[in-house]
């Protein structure tokens, strides 16, 4: 990667972030509401995905991707050039950490046509998930090093 | 499981989703990478089910299972599907994504204005756009790959396709913000469902204009909009695993994509943005010249003689499924003591190390692949240079000719060996349209044929030969 | 850097964030409370660091703390071993970032006592930044590549 | 400025830091990364300072100007004090983090217990200790280094030490789970006082036992622990820029004792914890051996006639201050031809890159700055070694005496070339204790004396001759 590039990503991250927490800059009313007690009373009513005992502000969020997205530059830049596509099939698998929302909206106690549409994202999900690893070991399964070890 | 014990969950499984991607930088480490993968899924996975709130388990187990009965067959197509494959992957994601995003909507709708924060609607709002965008995206995408008949390979323009494009995007964003400023409002609901619409249209027409061949670039920028659609459902559900996992998802198609662009030498908003436009043909060449074409017998006492061959794969050798006869004529280069190793240009086939998993697959070393950059300093030393269905990556014009798409584009040197063989099934030009200058030159042999049938015929005439020598 | 050092790092980290976490994890009635209007109303009136607008979870905070550990690890595996010195002493440097917390506790109209407590803390930290940053420029300006340079 | 700005603010100064240290991984970006440093310092420094809580500017003014006015002299000293400017530096750090913890303890203490939460709390009292146990064993640290007369160089060891030292800090990990469990009770603040004594005195006791000699490791550990109150700090405030910034640090110092301990061939757990014993004396060398002495003329005639010379710095070419004669006899050798190269070992000197800073001070370019891994292969082709004020860095023994301290430790490969010349000031061996086999060999000369002393006569001799050439 070089130092361009870096700081495209950079800046796409920040672009992002900005987005994200412009509500939070201009004070117009954010996370707070969801950080009182009444509101967390309600989550915890509706038994969605905190249950209410902690949230997080949205700035913590933003410092997460901020953050998050350096280690994905820097892991993802030193990726063999051997391994790009089973690269792509492994990260299509890791993207389907959707499943975590879907496994909410379709388990806990909502009107049932929000759990269909839960279960449908949930089994979408399952499929990245299974499909994505299982073809990604299978062609990394491939790579011998040597002769000896192709042969055997 | 408690609060506690979940978010520690997902902190491992953090940890776990970075060493996975870490470990992907050798191959000798790679098969671990899938390990902690699977293993920080499954943490996530069984952390989010078993909290108090989780209740209805058959729901949950149905709808996994259905993703198992779908999914252990999805992994095992044929590997030239595998562009597909991924696109058809990245559609389900966004789906996923964008039905949560609208579930937490009508939820949230459901329980008063409390709750739709304003940081809260621009997250889903976000989540939805790219997830339905990123559905309709890739299965254009994957129709494109898998060829179906009505989904048209070229690209398709029309007047104002542009202006059309930017409008309607243009719209989806100002319903979004008037969503989020009136997350309750009686027209709400309605403007929300538009909003879908109006994503998932997108998602078509921002595919349309695109050629096929353009598609592995397009797949690795969709993928990135499927990551970012997890990292806003993070913002949604306040859930730092998915914010992590979709940046990681995000910086990778990003990634990938670029280093894809600048192995064509296109810039990479040319082909985000300039993919709105239509693909400037390149003109054909002006007069007709005259190949040196060669027989079989000949190529293969050519090659006896060598001693060192590098053979240059390309799409057609991913098309011709051909890459098991090539190790065939591997294993009898290699065992008459000729050095034989594999130039592998980034962009060579249709998707970023794709010669890579194909030759991969045909249990070639992987030491013997060799990238571009390493492999052109020997080149001039090399005795034979095999071109087994590649074009554009072994183009001279790329070097010199302003006039031609691939201007720029750095190419493995097959024009500098002491003699080229080629093997195409025509003289056809390749995915730039263009005729290669390589296949003119006084020591360059046309073998003409489907490259499994005539590397096939070379192994069984050095074979059937091998006995006489 | 081996695997097996990333490994050790990655278990300090995790042990770390274990025991900062601690609290949270077995639900010791933990950051609610400073996340409840009430306390953030004290925390206003005190002038307390975060203003009282919003404050993040403990949870927050560990995640950020992985993440940057995972960061440094790679940032730093990468420093080019010519600059082993002035790495130390730029860190050194970053390190003195507690001037944040010195000129919250120093500036705030908390007791006398508490402020002179907060100078001290940050004329010590200033110190830091300003000697550490100038003279990790002084080595580095004299690490010249080639003899043209270096002369001139 | 409102809330929203400082967190924007403290994003943006955390990114700086990243992409600082990033810069760090080369000399040509180096200069950028303190450019970036001193960007996002400024950006925190000023968004903290306008917020509105903080109002009494004249304080800050007044406590800042002070530590420029220490900071600047600070930052002026000669480049061999540079260990000793760091432990002070990290004194310093710690001293910042153990009082803002301290104040914020009895600030919230006063303010009732619903501030005081466990978590909190359990930060404080890490702030607290990790703080205070820097400040005083990085002020022993920095006495050792600077040698300074009433803190003893040499380990100092006595009965009991490693029952004493586990006691004093099990004392102080179960004072700081009381007072996590009850921090109002009455007593509380009494106990936090006692805390912070036993740090205090804990610090001292850590340091007391292991010699001056390595203290760099020890610094190392220092950064690290200084990093990690940074990050306390961070959980205290609730502030993400303190916990990234110092988790940086943490990570540095972690990853440069790990790589001196590599270097060194010992293990970090000896380091750490084995440090609490004696360091194990090498037997002296049981007969008497002869060395072969060699003058000015002698040697300046043989470097003359070499085509490759390979300088081979240590410790004490920094105690001699050499460096700038050096550069001279390099300016001398180069001159007429001669190839010279620096070998430079990773625990060469006194910490690390310490050969590094010395040469490129002395303006050789670093080019010719050869890392020990490099070098090795062509030492077998050189013609002159000389050896510049080293000594365990080129000891064969390291290669087969187990009984040796230094056994295992990569070296220099001096004994491979034709010849090699040794500068040092007497027969005494170096840091390790131990003779060195390479004094002894056929074709070593020693050329006894200061470093700096020699190397200027062998300068004179040469640019003296160079005439009658
Ligand atoms: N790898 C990526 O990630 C990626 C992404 C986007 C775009 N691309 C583009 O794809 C191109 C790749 O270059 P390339 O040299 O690998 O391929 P190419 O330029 O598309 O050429 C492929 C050649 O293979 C021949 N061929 C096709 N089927 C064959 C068969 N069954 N047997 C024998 N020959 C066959 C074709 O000639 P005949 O028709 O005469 O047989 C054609 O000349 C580049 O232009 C690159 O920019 C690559
Ligand atoms: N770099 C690091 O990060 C680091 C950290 C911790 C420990 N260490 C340890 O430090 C040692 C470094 O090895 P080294 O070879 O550089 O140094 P060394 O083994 O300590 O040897 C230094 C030599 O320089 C000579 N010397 C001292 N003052 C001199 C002067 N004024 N003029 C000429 N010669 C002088 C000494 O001999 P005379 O007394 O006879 O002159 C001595 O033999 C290693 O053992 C390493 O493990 C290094």
Partial sequence: MTQRSVALLLGTALLWAAVAAWPAAVGASPA???????SAAETEASGAAGHGQETSDSWSMVFVLLLSTFIGIGVIARVSRLLHT????????????????????????FPVHIRIIGAIALFASMTNIVSGFLITDRMLKMFKQTRGEAKS | MS????????????????????????????????????????????????????????????AIAAGFAVGIPLSRVPLTAVP????????????????????????????GSSQLTAFRMTAIVAEV??????????????????????IPQRPVTYPFQNVGN?????????????????????????????????????GVLLIIPIGGADMPTVISILNSYAGLSAVAMGFVLDNKLLIT?????????????????????????NVLFGAFGKVQAAAAGTEERVYKAETIEGASQVLEQASTVVIIPGYGMAVAQAQHRVRDLYNELTKRGIQVKFAIHPVAGRMPGHMNV????????????????????????????LVIGANDVVNPAARYDKSTPIYGMPIIDADKAHAVFAIKRSKNPGFAGIDNELYFQDKTFMLFGDAKAVVGDLVKQLSGGSGMH
């Fill in chain 1, 32 to 38: 707070p509401g969801s950080n009182a007690p009444a």
């Fill in chain 1, 86 to 109: 089973p690269l792509m099939s492994i990260t299509n698998a890791i993207s389907a950490i959707a499943v975590v929302g879907s496994i909410i909206v379709t388990g806990t106690d």
């Fill in chain 2, 3 to 62: 609060h506690g014990m979940v978010q520690l969950a997902y902190l491992v499984a953090t940890g776990l989703f970075v060493f996975s991607l870490h470990w992907m930088n050798s191959p000798k480490t790679a098969r671990r990478a899938v390990l902690a993968g699977v293993a920080a899924m499954t943490l996530a996975v069984l952390a989010t089910w078993f909290q108090p709130g989780v209740v209805h388990h058959l729901w949950i187990i149905v």
């Fill in chain 2, 84 to 111: 597909q494959r991924t696109a058809l992957s990245h559609a389900f994601g966004g789906l996923a994504a964008g039905l949560v995003g609208a579930a937490k909507y009508f939820l949230w709708l459901g329980e």
């Fill in chain 2, 129 to 150: 756009i790219l997830g339905f965008v990123t559905l309709t995206g890739s299965l254009m995408a994957a129709g494109k790959l898998q060829e179906i008949k009505w």
């Fill in chain 2, 166 to 202: 930017i409008g309607l995007l243009s719209a989806a964003v100002l319903i979004g913000l008037a969503l989020v400023l009136n997350p309750t409002a009686g027209w709400a609901p309605a403007a929300f469902i538009v909003l879908i619409l109006l994503a998932l249209v997108f």
């Fill in chain 2, 245 to 269: 996992a979709g940046a990681l998802d995000g910086s990778s198609g990003l990634i990938l994509s670029i280093i894809m662009c600048r192995a064509m030498n296109r810039s990479f908003t």
């Fill in chain 2, 358 to 385: 194909l030759l991969a697959e045909a249990e070639i070393p992987y030491t013997d692949l060799i990238e571009m950059d390493e492999i052109n300093p020997d080149m001039p030393q090399t005795d034979v240079a």
